[in-house]
């Protein structure tokens, strides 16, 4: 084996599924990986589950499998996909139907258990690592706890031949870098080509953000075609290196300028980028125009892999209630300003307890607060607030709404809404207590 | 000279932690980024969010700066109260940041 394509397909679970059909019927790829389950999604997938032991799989996996599935499996295409979220034996089953609907047969779909330890870190102290608090002093507020699993499990599942893998919690950029790992038959203490394998999932796992998409700033940074953006591949060659590119004739462009914000995002030390896999070196790669969209990767490094994986527990943080409502024309910004007023003095006047309060003008202060001193033609009033009940909780968008007859003139355009927070912290958990396991379904 | 025009930026958020690039249009910007996005302008332009904590990570191999802001995005994504609860607009607002015009170095732009 000389060389691999490999596809990304989704960089969120709600994402265009165009560019992932195209990429299977004209990307000439061996796998199409789909990166759905962000850091919240997987602590509301597991709240779906408490209500439904068969859900707590991505919304899209129906609408996503229905479309690609039939092409993956004419072409001989493997599927590998975090859409498991919550719960990836109930996602099985559910492509199982889907495949069964579509009338594929000889599909060997197998999924992967086991990143789901809620029970140990109910049992065991544990540290979170954003307040140093014990996780305990959560109580009965956990919903959930999820181990950051590595590519082994998904390698271990490609020499079973599976042409669908559907996992939950794992480092994102395992979802790509297991396949090259397992073409290459590379040992996966070789820290420097592990650090090549995650610099290649790093840059594909966001899908349309390193074709042009997330991208355009007109004028300064244009980007043609983003309507029918196309998503990436890579061609990875058995030394490590990779080219970043995507297929020919579709919106978007590849360049060292695209990939070089991807390979920045979401990162913080560029030279210990922190994997189940590996302790990943991008502060050396460079970046190589290697003709038109295309682009090649190379000089990543990597360390020791951590002793410890990553979990990320969901727990209950109470109720953001909001509302909105709209002032145009003369004195709008005034008018604006004392509605927030008039919401802020309702709620200390109906003791409604936020424990915590945000109170601005949208197209004057709420993305840069304190920082816009110019006066727009409109701006939208907004208050939020965090209350421990829904019922006070809702009191803050009906406040918002009264407005209409009761605050100043000419509101409109108002809206109103109410969610329960399902917060996320973290803590480290030794690798010897997580016990992934790989399971497989037939069609 | 605003940090716009010598290069691009994008922003990234885990937890209550912001992360944003920098990245010149070419050579000669990097040189000038270098000298004069110093962590101590950059919290000064981001003093409204009161970081708790500024971080800079030079990459020259792709004349790229990653700036990493603790404890600006109230919370982070699953609570914040914020419109922007992921902070994605933190790296055009970094691209307004002005830089002294007493640069000594040549052939800056894009």
Redesign the interface.
């Known amino acids: 084996m000389t060389s691999i394509r490999i596809g990304s397909g989704a960089g969120y679970s709600g994402d265009r599924i165009d560019p992932a059909v195209e990429l299977a019927e004209h990307g000439d790829i061996r796998y199409l990986g789909f990166e759905c389950l962000a850091?919240?999604t997987i602590?509301l997938a597991q709240l779906a589950r408490l209500t439904d032991p068969d859900a707590g799989y991505d919304p899209l996996l129906d609408a996503r499998f229905r479309a690609v599935l039939p092409v993956c499996h004419r072409r001989g295409i493997t599927v590998i996909t975090n859409m498991g979220a919550a719960n990836p034996a109930a996602a099985a089953r559910r492509t199982r139907e889907i495949a069964r609907e579509l009338g594929l047969s000889g599909l060997k779909i197998a999924y992967i258990a086991g990143d789901d330890v809620l029970a140990r870190v109910r049992d065991d102290e544990f540290e979170l690592m954003?307040t140093g608090a014990p996780a305990s002093s959560l109580g009965d507020r956990i919903i959930s706890a999820n181990a950051y699993l590595g590519m082994a499990p998904i390698i271990e599942a490609l020499r079973a031949e599976a042409d669908v893998i559907i996992t939950g919690r794992v480092a994102d950029p395992a979802l790509f870098a297991a396949p090259i790992v397992h073409e290459f038959g590379w040992p996966t203490d070789d820290w420097r080509r592990m650090g090549q394998a995650t610099v290649v999932g790093h840059l594909l796992e966001c899908a349309g953000q390193i074709t042009g998409g997330?991208?355009a700033?007109p004028g300064?940074?244009d980007v043609a075609g983003l309507a029918r953006l196309g998503y990436p591949l890579a061609e990875v060659d058995a030394d490590g290196s990779a080219v970043i590119t995507k297929v020919a004739g579709s919106g978007g462009c590849v360049t060292?300028?695209t990939c070089?914000?991807?390979?920045?995002?979401?990162?913080?030390?560029?030279?210990r980028y922190l994997t189940p896999d590996v302790i990943a070196d991008?502060?050396?790669?460079?970046?190589e125009p290697d003709g038109p969209d295309r682009v090649r990767v190379v000089?990543a490094g990597g360390r020791a892999r951590p002793e410890r994986l990553k979990v990320s527990i969901g727990y209950r943080?109470g109720f953001?209630g909001e509302g909105q409502i709209s002032y145009g024309g003369a004195g709008a910004v005034e008018r604006g300003r004392l509605a927030l007023d008039i919401v802020r003095e309702r709620l200390a006047l109906t003791g409604v307890a936020c424990d915590?309060?945000?109170a601005?003008l949208?197209g004057l202060n709420?993305?840069?607060?304190?920082?816009a001193d110019q006066y727009p033609p409109e701006v939208r009033a907004?208050v939020?607030?965090?209350t421990a009940s829904a019922q006070a909780a809702a009191c803050i968008g009906n406040e918002i709404e009264a407005l209409y007859t009761n605050g100043p003139a000419g509101g409109g355009g108002s809206q109103k809404s109410v969610r329960e927070?399902?917060?996320?912290a973290?803590t480290l958990l030794a690798r010897s207590a997580v016990s992934p396991a790989v399971h497989c379904l037939e069609v | 000279m605003k940090v716009?025009e010598l290069a691009?930026?994008?922003t990234?958020?885990?937890?209550?932690?912001s992360?944003i690039?920098v990245?010149a249009f070419d050579a000669a910007g990097y040189a000038r980024l270098h000298a004069q996005l110093t962590v101590e302008r950059l919290a000064r332009h981001f003093a409204?969010?009161a970081p708790e904590r500024v971080?800079r990570?030079d990459?020259p191999?792709?004349?790229?700066f990653?700036f990493?802001l603790h404890g600006v995005l109230?919370?982070?994504?699953?609570?914040s109260?914020?419109?922007?609860a992921h902070g994605k607009?933190l790296g055009s607002?970094m691209l307004e940041l002005e830089l002294p015009d007493d640069w000594a170095g040549s052939g800056c732009g894009r």
């Open positions: 850091e919240r602590a954003e997330y991208f700033d300064y940074k060292p300028a070089s914000e991807q390979l920045l995002y979401e990162i913080h030390d560029p030279a991008f502060s050396q790669v460079r970046l000089g943080d953001i915590e309060i945000r601005e949208i709420a993305l840069f607060e304190g920082q907004r939020a607030g965090r927070v399902i917060a996320v973290s | 716009r691009h930026a994008r990234g958020d885990k937890g209550n932690i992360n690039s990245i409204s969010l971080e990570y990459l191999t792709i004349r790229a990653n990493v109230a919370g982070g994504v699953t609570r109260l914020a419109l922007d607009c607002y």
